[in-house]
């Protein structure tokens, strides 16, 4: 079934332990984190890149092809790596490498950070911190309920893109799927912007990050909604406001776990200019980036366990 022959990797336990390397240790330092390299190398690809529209966007596309592709083989040469030595070694080695590629704590302890800024009411400390860390948009203007919201709404979409997404990749395709998909999401989040100089140089990136998170963006919404009454949310509310609102971001993706967030907490998450969703809710305060916290762990776990049953399941169906 698998497209990649993982001859050491009984899904569930490498996956639990790298869930629980995450929670324990974090994030490494950027000199030691396989996506602070991906990044490296695809900024030094855009650096080189042509300013023609017609070049750039086959530079932008040889550059995604060729990364994908040597993320494949290095994810293959790891999992043949790791055929050689002892089994339990090989669980260890390959968490940690399966940690380095999601993010639970990072997040959370980045979104806790915007919390006690508005809690203090340092809203300056706080619109600093979430245009640092959680958001790309223009934060000098935001008031607290706006700086909240945007603290929710990237705890939200990151629960697909930084965690659900990866790992589905990774019970799929192990270790070159979830290589292969972090150098595109990565990719994505440094050239897909609408400007001059990434129009055209990050559409590959941006459209095959489009097909690769079709999937989580819309599972992660549903794990968000069957989570919320673990949270005092409401699954419900969720799921109107999921119906509702999912197509009025401007990613195809990003607005599905953010509008079942903004249903299940009962809060409004508005970007000036661009969307409102779930209109007429209540306003977001810092209180409320606590209960998406909440809400992001439930949501983790039921996802951890819903792969690990995918891949108990797809092992008895190889064998």
């Not at 192990?174 to 100089?197: C, I, K, Q, W």
């Not at 000036?272 to 809400?295: E, V």
Request: charged fraction near 15%; aromatic fraction near 8%.
């Amino acid at each position: 079934m698998f497209p990649f022959p993982i001859p050491h990797s009984p899904f569930p336990i490498v996956l639990l332990l790298a869930v629980l390397l995450d929670l324990a240790l974090g994030d490494p330092p950027n000199r030691f984190h396989p996506v602070a390299w991906m990044g490296s190398l695809i900024a030094a690809g855009a650096r080189r890149a042509p300013r023609s529209p017609r070049l750039a966007l086959a530079w932008g596309a040889a550059l995604i092809c060729g990364g994908v592709v040597a993320m494949v083989a290095l994810g293959m040469a790891m999992q043949w790596g790791l055929s050689t030595v002892p089994l339990v070694v090989a669980w260890c080695l390959e968490a940690a490498v399966l940690s380095t590629l999601f993010s639970i704590r990072g997040l959370v302890r980045a979104a806790h950070s915007v919390r006690d800024a508005l809690a203090r009411d340092d809203l300056d400390a706080a619109r600093a911190l979430v245009g640092r860390h959680l958001v790309s948009r223009n934060v000098s203007r935001l008031d607290g309920h706006n700086v909240a919201a945007a603290a929710i709404e990237s705890v939200a979409e990151n629960a697909s893109d930084s965690v659900i997404a990866p790992l589905l990749y990774y019970v799929l395709a192990g270790l070159p799927g979830v290589l292969a998909y972090r150098f595109v999401n990565t990719a994505d989040a440094m050239l897909g912007y609408h400007s001059e100089r990434y129009e055209w140089l990050g559409k590959t990136a941006a459209r095959l990050d489009d097909v690769l998170n079709f999937v989580p963006a819309r599972f992660t919404a549903l794990l968000i909604l069957m989570a919320a009454p673990f949270v005092g949310g409401s699954t419900m509310r969720g799921w109107a406001v999921w119906r509702a609102d999912a197509r009025l971001t401007a990613s195809p993706n990003a607005g599905h776990p953010m509008s079942a967030a903004s249903g299940a907490l009962g809060i409004e998450l508005e970007k000036f200019g661009c969307y409102r969703l779930g209109p007429g809710q209540r306003a977001a305060n810092w209180r409320d980036i606590d209960r998406m916290t909440s809400l992001f762990y439930a949501t983790v776990m039921l996802g951890v366990a819903s792969l690990s049953m995918l891949a108990i399941l797809a092992r008895d169906y190889d064998a």
